[in-house]
């Protein structure tokens, strides 16, 4: 039962120290995207979900990530009990790619 306890406890710590990180990272790529966007590498992500949720009709858009590496979008939404990803070429606007159901 210690033992049990103690892994418990130090994965809550190892998940606690973990947040700040995830967070931070978050924070740069949204960074990142303001400053692509307002130097003109970018479309703005209003723009880019203007020409994608229209196409996505019965799902729940549940927002976006930004991948500051690649330039491009990640929209999430939820359609019953899957998830789907749709890639976007933040420079282009054009879709990638449409990952689940």
Do not use: C, H
């Not at 990640?74 to 998830?83: N, Y």
């Not at 990638?96 to 159901?101: M, P, Q, V």
Request: no cysteine.
């Amino acid at each position: 039962m210690k033992k049990f306890l103690l892994s418990a406890l130090a994965g809550t710590i190892l998940l606690g120290a973990a947040a700040p990180a995830l967070a931070d990272g978050r924070r740069r790529d949204q960074d990142a995207a303001y400053q692509a966007t307002q130097s003109g590498q970018v479309r703005p992500l209003r723009e880019i979900e203007a020409r994608v949720l229209p196409r996505m009709a019965g799902a729940s858009y549940l927002g976006p990530e930004y991948d500051s590496d690649t330039a491009r979008y990640r929209l999430k939404f939820m359609r019953g009990g899957s998830v789907i990803w749709v890639d976007v070429d933040g420079r282009t606007g054009a879709v990638l790619g449409r990952s689940g159901n």
